[in-house]
Nanobody
Framework: QVQLVESGGGLVQPGGSLILSCTAS????????MGWYRQAPGKQRELVAY???????NYAESVKGRFTVSRDDAKNTVYLQMNSLKPEDTALYYC????????????WGQGTQVTVSS
C-alpha cells in the first residue's frame, strides 16, 4: 500500500504564500496524476490541481493564476505553490495520486490544514 505524506500547511495572512509537498512511499511507474484536493468545513471535497507525467495540468477555476502544481518524479513528490491566499482557501488539503492509464489505483494522504486569516 502506497503511503502519501504531506507537509507545509499552516496559518498565513491573506495575500500570503505557502507551499505544500507530498511524498509517496514508493515510485509509481505507471501513468498517474499527482495532485491536491481540499475540503472546507461543511463543504464537499473538491479538486484543487493535479499534474500528469509530461506536464499536463488541471486547476480549479478558483485557484488559476494563484496556485502552481509541480512534481519531481525522482523524489516521488508533488508540490503546490499557493500565492495570494484568500480566507476562502482555508481548508484541509489532501494529496492524491491516481492511475490514469491501464493500471488503476487511488491513494490519499491524511491531509494538512491551511488556514488563511488575519
Amino acid at each position: 500500500q502506497v503511503q502519501l505524506v504531506e507537509s507545509g500547511g499552516g496559518l498565513v495572512q491573506p495575500g500570503g504564500s505557502l507551499i505544500l509537498s507530498c511524498t509517496a512511499s514508493e515510485s509509481l511507474n505507471s501513468l498517474n496524476a499527482m495532485g491536491w484536493y481540499r475540503q472546507a468545513p461543511g463543504k464537499q471535497r473538491e479538486l484543487v490541481a493535479y499534474i500528469i507525467q509530461g506536464g499536463t495540468t488541471n486547476y480549479a477555476e478558483s485557484v488559476k493564476g494563484r496556485f502552481t502544481v509541480s512534481r519531481d518524479d525522482a523524489k516521488n513528490t508533488v508540490y503546490l505553490q499557493m500565492n495570494s491566499l484568500k480566507p476562502e482557501d482555508t481548508a484541509l488539503y489532501y494529496c492524491n495520486v491516481h492511475g490514469v492509464g491501464v493500471v488503476q489505483y487511488d491513494y490519499w494522504g491524511q491531509g494538512t490544514q491551511v488556514t488563511v486569516s488575519s
